[in-house]
């Protein structure tokens, strides 16, 4: 896993200070953790682009005025006209201490129904997992070649060390069907 540092100033929390820092190109954000005191702070608004804006989860490490902290992304506010980020959430996290995020699914390799005529559905691209911070996979691969037409992949095929997947375990993950063509053919 891939850990990003973002320097940041701490500021005073309430709304009128999230709003001039706002004006100031600047975004307000908060990082919070369980029996400590939550960290007000502002960063340029580019800086968070790797973190919002991608299909990977990472570790954050916070500097803020000197002080750092490592930190997962647990939420972003965005302007319902504009998508513009209002406000983001970091999660503190300690190493040993297991939290509860999202881990997008990657999917990989063709499917041998797809080959054929079949057509590859997916139903899932986040899973909800439980694991310690530090081990945590930026992606989770799921390898669909061996699929053919009529045959899925649910959640309970996958075997993945130190990770708990909270989901249910027969939830559907993908699956191949008979494409368009392969059913007016068997008709």
Do not use: W
Request: proline content about 6%; some cysteine; glycine content about 6%.
């Amino acid at each position: 896993m891939s850990t990003l540092v973002i320097n940041a100033s701490k500021r005073q929390p309430g709304r009128k200070e999230a709003k001039s820092a706002r004006r100031a190109g600047s975004i307000p954000g908060v990082a919070y953790a369980k029996n400590v005191d939550p960290v007000h702070f502002t960063v340029p608004a580019l800086t968070l682009r790797p973190v919002v804006y991608t299909a990977e989860a990472k570790m954050i490490r916070l500097e803020v005025d000197g002080a750092s902290m490592d930190c997962i992304l647990k939420d972003v506010t965005f302007d319902p006209i504009t998508d513009a980020v209002l406000h983001v959430d970091f999660l503190r996290v300690v190493a040993g201490e297991k939290v509860n995020v999202e881990i997008p699914v990657h999917i990989v390799g063709t499917a041998e129904g797809v080959r054929t005529g079949g057509v590859l559905e997916i139903f899932m691209h986040k899973l909800h997992v439980r694991v310690d911070p530090h081990e945590m996979p930026e992606h989770i691969d799921v390898d669909v070649t061996p699929l053919t037409v009529g045959q899925s992949f649910h959640i309970r095929d996958l075997n993945i060390p130190g990770i708990q997947i909270l989901d249910r375990q027969d939830a559907l993950l993908v699956s191949v069907s008979a494409g368009r063509a392969s059913k007016s053919a068997a008709a």
